[in-house]
Antibody
Framework: QVQLQQWGAGLLKPSETLSLTCAVY????????WSWIRQPPGKGLEWIGE???????NYNPSLKSRVTISVDTSKNQFSLKLSSVTAADTAVYYC????????????????????WGQGTLVTVSS | EIVLTQSPGTLSLSPGERATLSCRAS???????LAWYQQKPGQAPRLLIY???SRATGIPDRFSGSGSGTDFTLTISRLEPEDFAVYYC??????????FGQGTKLEIK
């Protein structure tokens, strides 16, 4: 059974750097992309970015200038850094496994998130 | 960027009733790129449907997805008490990028 366990600082001041890490237990680490997704209190979900085992990354253009996602394959872990945080970055941050799968009925690839971490509330406040 | 708009914002129904949730895309989306999630308070989202109509592992068959182009639907045939939650659609776009709808809250009437 795949499990994602995440941790990191929950209270930051404006202009500081958010840092979170997600450890993957069970299943293959190298066969997937690993994502970060956030959810402001009472709001919807926003994809931040993703990384694979070889370090190839994709970022949300709206956050790209402030985001760095890195991977440590020796520990099956990946990490998120978000610089220059403001109150607008207050959210629950989730790590998730992103899958590409072939849909049986269409024979076309599908992209979705099948396993998620427990979430970490990060609050930015002076 | 493709924008997903979900409707209604809130749906009030009783257990045993049928729920129909809508997800409309601002431009055509390949059906294989559309997924649905369920989220309960204090929990991470749970994958329900991928490829617009394929149920994820362990998802009861009362959940079904359909649609193509810009209009997609999640249907829950007979609501169980544990189905009351917030539901999100999600699409994969080129770049790559992943976007979510704003959610539909399914509440007990």
């Amino acid at each position: 059974q795949v499990q994602l366990q995440q941790w990191g600082a929950g209270l930051l001041k404006p202009s500081e750097t958010l840092s979170l890490t997600c450890a993957v237990y069970g299943g293959s680490f190298s066969g997937y992309y690993w994502s970060w997704i956030r959810q402001p209190p009472g709001k919807g979900l926003e994809w931040i970015g993703e990384i694979n085992h070889s370090g190839s990354t994709n970022y949300n253009p709206s956050l790209k200038s402030r985001v760095t996602i890195s991977v440590d394959t020796s520990k099956n872990q990946f990490s998120l850094k978000l610089s220059s945080v403001t109150a607008a970055d207050t959210a629950v941050y989730y790590c998730a496994r992103r899958v590409v799968d072939i849909v049986a009925t269409t024979r076309r690839p599908s992209y979705y998130f099948d396993y998620w971490g427990q979430g970490t509330l990060v609050t930015v406040s002076s | 960027e493709i924008v997903l708009t979900q409707s209604p914002g809130t749906l009030s129904l009783s257990p045993g009733e049928r729920a129909t949730l809508s997800c409309r895309a601002s431009q055509s989306v390949s059906s294989s790129y559309l997924a649905w999630y369920q989220q309960k308070p204090g929990q991470a989202p749970r994958l329900l449907i991928y490829g617009a109509s394929s149920r994820a592992t362990g998802i009861p068959d009362r959940f079904s997805g359909s649609g193509s182009g810009t209009d997609f639907t999640l249907t829950i045939s007979r609501l169980e008490p544990e189905d009351f939650a917030v539901y999100y659609c999600q699409q994969y776009g080129s770049s790559p990028q992943y976007t979510f709808g704003q959610g539909t809250k399914l509440e007990i009437k």
